[in-house]
Structures are given as structure tokens and as C-alpha cells.
């Protein structure tokens, strides 16, 4: 495993929380083809959110084949291979990949990825076009990226106690701004919790602010079990959730929408969604309703802001894993892809195929796998990662969405990312 300073694997479950509800001005509502339902306005006390109709859940069973020779993925798929950030074809990239997660850019434009300390964007070809000196390499909660044009990197303050300075910086112009972190009534003691990755504890709430692409807006968990979404530029509250525990924050690519997921010891799982104006909150996804004993993997955007792929772990006669789900914001429908995979640190190490520390295992040479759902630059196919228990390995499966196919590409290999143009 990487070296890391204080690393977390984050498979616990959260604990205890309350119904989420929002407080607000209301405000108008971003055009999009999503309907919210509106949240009960200047509420003191917790109620739940307004019923809504629960999203039409199809079973779409897409099956595995065989890739025909001529298969064409569009674009330049990336994955981890021990210390190696590679890609497939004939034209490959080979990339050292140093003591942080690289991660590309929301719309596929740009890698980033750590040499020493040092933070390098590239494009799809592998040519560097910014390198940014920093003292410390971090992973964060959300993502190092902002937008295509905005990365975030830390410069340390001091060590004892541990204190970072965000910044963003313009990958194009090399411009460094440092991000405001200090927002009113900021919890000291909670945080985004982190169930799919692995999350730097740096001793202090720097990853806990999470900015839209626009850094316009910013989220960030407030005392007294809230969530707040912040206008940074006119300096004041939007909205105000309240949630006792909270998990996975994510921006749309397009930054018209927040969501993550929330906890309730009476309730599995569910992912909320909130406008970035802050007049529309509600649950997204329903699925505690259909099947009781639910719970959510990692989840994530589509460059398209038009989709969200999820892993959900439900229980059958068949047993119990976590089966691959796709969001479609244009139908308001959720399909069930009927197709299993590595969908959280939890279904590793709930499944024995790696024990930090312990010894060989057939994931011995992963770093930060945790179910990272890879979508394709056209928004169209989703790289995923099964686990082949005849053969003790890992299967990467390209499952194309516009065909209803799903095609084995790669053995042995960690879905990363996917970049739009060719090596």
C-alpha cells in the first residue's frame, strides 16, 4: 500500500443520525429536466422531507460477452497497475504514479497525478502541462478536482499541531488562489465520513469544505448536526440540512447539484440531493422501500450530469453483494444492471481478498480500490471491477449502456479514470 500520513480505511458504517430537512429561502429553481419537490421552509425543528413518488425501478439485466476484436472504447481508459498509471491499446501510456490518488479532471479533459510532492496535470498523450511544487501530497474527501480548469493542492502550515493551506490552482494559467476555509459555525468534532476510499485524517476540517466548479458555492458540515450550503461570493447561507451523519459529498460536473449520502439507525441508505441554489432538497434514490436491508457503495456523475451510477449491497435468495445501478435524470428512473462487482472497501475486505499487513493476497498491489465506477467522455459506457473467485482475480468489465452489453477488457488491473482523446 502507498505511504500515507495517517491513513483511515473507512469500511465502518455511520453511526445514529436524524431525518434530514432543510431550512432555506426559497429562491428560483435551475432549469433541468429533474423536478424537486419543494422542503417545508423556515423549520426549527427536524421533520422529515415532503413525500415524493419513488422513481420507476426497472430491471435492465445486461449481459457479459465476449469484446469483439474490433471494439472501440473511444478515448483513453486509465488504470492502476501496482505503482503504474497505464492504459490499454496499442499506443499505451506508462505513467509512475507517486504517494497520492491520481484522479482525472470531471469532464475527462486532464490526469493529475503526484511525482515526489510535486502535483503534475497532463493530457491524454501524457504531456505535463502544469507542475505545481507543494510540501504535501493529500487525498481528499470529494476529490483533488474542482472543475476542468480548478485543482486543489495544500502547502503545510506546521506540524504539530498539523494545519494545511488550500489552494486552487488555474491548471491553464498557472494561477494559485488560496480557498477560504473558514465559515461560521464550523463542527470542530464531525466530518464528511468517507465509507468507499481512503481519507487522510489531517487533524483539522480542511477537506471538509467542498467547493462547486464555479467556486461559487461551497458545503460543509456545521455544529449541531447540520449541513451548509454557503454563496461564497455574497456571503451568506443558503440552506441549512439537518443530518447527523453524512457521507460521499459530490458537485455535478456541471455544478448545478449536491449530493451525498445519509445514514438513519431506523433506515439503510440514501442519497440526498440538494440544488445549488438551495431551494429544492430531497432523497434521490428510494430503494430502502423495495429492499429493506439496502445499503450504498460508492457512487458517482456522469461527465453528462445527466446520469449517476451507484453500487448498491442488497440481499436475495442468491445471497448477499452489491449490484450495479444506473440513475437516468431524463426518464427519473433507476435500473437495476443486474450485474455484480467491487463496489466499497467493504466488499474487500468483507470477502478476505485483502488484510492490510497480512500477507500476499490477490489485491496485494491495490492501492485505493473501493469501487470507483469509471464513466466514458461521452457518458455512454462504465468501466467496473469483479472479482473472479475460480481464478483469484480481478475482471474489468466495460459495460456499455447504449447497448445493453457488458465486455471483460482487462485482468488484474484498478479502474482509474478516462480521458477524452487518444495516447
Known amino acids: 500500500m502507498k505511504k500515507m500520513i495517517l491513513l483511515l480505511i473507512a469500511t465502518m458504517f455511520m453511526s ?25 421552509t423556515g423549520t426549527e425543528t427536524p421533520v422529515p422531507p415532503t413525500a415524493v413518488a419513488l422513481p420507476n425501478l426497472e430491471t435492465q439485466c445486461i449481459p457479459i460477452s465476449s469484446a469483439p476484436a474490433d471494439l472501440k472504447m473511444g478515448g483513453t481508459a486509465l488504470f492502476l497497475d501496482g505503482p503504474m498509471i497505464v492504459s490499454l491499446g496499442e499506443k499505451a501510456l506508462r505513467i509512475p504514479s507517486g504517494p497520492a490518488d491520481p484522479s482525472v479532471s470531471p469532464h475527462n479533459r486532464f490526469l493529475a497525478y503526484h511525482e515526489g510532492a510535486d502535483l503534475l496535470v497532463a493530457t491524454s498523450n501524457g504531456t505535463v502541462i502544469r507542475r505545481v511544487k ?12 474542482i472543475s476542468d480548469n480548478y485543482i486543489r493542492h495544500f502547502s503545510r502550515i506546521s506540524w504539530n499541531p498539523l494545519r494545511l493551506q488550500p489552494h486552487v490552482i488555474n491548471v491553464q494559467t498557472g494561477e494559485s488562489l488560496d480557498l477560504r476555509m473558514d465559515f461560521p459555525n464550523m463542527d470542530e468534532e464531525g466530518g464528511w465520513m468517507v465509507e468507499n476510499a481512503a481519507l487522510y485524517y489531517l487533524g483539522d476540517k480542511t477537506t471538509d469544505v467542498i467547493y462547486d ?4 458555492r461551497a458545503v460543509y458540515p456545521k455544529k449541531g448536526s447540520f449541513i451548509s450550503l454557503y454563496d461564497v461570493l455574497e456571503n451568506r447561507e443558503q440552506a441549512v440540512i439537518r443530518v447527523e451523519k453524512a457521507s460521499d459529498p459530490i458537485w455535478s460536473p456541471d455544478g448545478q447539484y449536491f449530493t451525498f449520502k445519509v445514514y ?10 440538494i440544488s445549488r441554489d438551495g431551494d429544492r432538497f430531497m432523497p434521490l434514490t428510494h430503494l430502502s422501500q423495495r429492499y429493506p436491508h439496502i445499503s450504498f457503495g460508492a457512487y458517482s456523475w456522469s461527465p453528462d450530469s445527466q446520469k449517476i451510477a451507484f453500487w448498491a449491497r442488497k440481499t436475495d435468495k442468491y445471497g448477499e453483494y452489491e449490484g450495479l445501478f444506473i440513475f437516468d435524470f431524463a426518464s427519473r428512473r433507476i435500473v437495476d444492471a443486474c450485474i455484480e462487482g467491487i463496489g466499497s472497501w467493504g466488499s474487500i475486505t468483507g470477502a478476505g481478498l485483502i488484510n492490510i499487513g ?7 498491489k491495490y492501492f485505493v480500490l473501493g469501487g470507483r465506477l469509471v464513466w466514458s467522455p461521452d457518458s455512454s459506457k462504465i468501466i467496473i471491477a469483479q472479482f473472479d473467485e475460480e481464478n483469484q482475480q480481478v475482471v474489468d468489465l466495460l459495460v456499455d449502456l447504449e447497448r445493453n452489453i457488458a465486455y471483460p477488457i482487462a485482468t488484474g488491473l484498478e479502474p482509474m479514470g478516462w480521458l477524452a482523446g487518444e495516447p
Open 264 to 273: 438513519d439507525q431506523r433506515t439503510p441508505t440514501e442519497i440526498y440531493i
Open 358 to 364: 497480512a500477507g500476499p493476497s490477490p489485491l496485494d
Open 16 to 40: 445514529a443520525c436524524v431525518s434530514p430537512t432543510a431550512t432555506n429561502t426559497p429562491t428560483a429553481s435551475p432549469q433541468g429536466q429533474f423536478a424537486f419537490t419543494p422542503v417545508p
Open 134 to 145: 507543494s510540501n504535501i501530497a493529500i487525498s481528499l474527501v470529494g476529490g483533488n478536482w
Open 213 to 216: 466548479p464555479l467556486l461559487s
